[in-house]
């Protein structure tokens, strides 16, 4: 039996959850709720989802905060996390990046972008060709 992808959806605004839920699991992804930065952290252990769809502005501590918190676990540091805002402040892509995140995406979500990005966060890292060449 094939054992479903689990996305955590982290987000304070029922309507955000309910809407990326919608968009997900059409494509039969299996979607985790959390809406603060202490209930993410319990379920991102407990559930091990992939990816995670982290929100920046959270109560109980930023998406930062969580980000940080997540990549030093052992256990949960190699999860994949998408950052999605609404915050339109300079850099926040950069910091992303920075901090480690699979991807940056800008509220209002749109469904392509949001199921690209799931995809590419999905996708196994990229391994440098070590075959020498004859």
């Given amino acids: 039996m094939q054992t479903r992808t689990k996305i955590l959806v982290v987000d304070d605004s029922s309507n955000v959850q309910m809407l990326v839920k919608a968009f997900v699991a059409e494509e039969g992804y299996v979607v985790i709720l959390a809406e603060d930065t ?9 559930d091990k989802p992939s990816p995670i769809i982290l929100d920046i502005g959270l109560p109980g501590g ?26 339109s402040r300079q850099g926040l892509n950069e910091k992303a990046q920075t901090k480690g995140a699979a991807g940056f995406l800008n509220k209002p979500l749109e469904k392509p972008a949001l199921l690209a990005a799931v995809k590419q966060a999905l996708m196994p890292p990229a391994t440098p060709n070590t075959s020498a060449s004859v």
């Fill in 38 to 46: 202490l209930q993410a952290t319990v379920l991102a252990v407990r």
């Fill in 62 to 87: 930023d998406g930062w905060m969580l980000m940080d918190r997540l990549k030093t676990n052992t256990l949960t540091r190699m999860i994949p996390i998408l950052v999605v805002t609404g915050q």
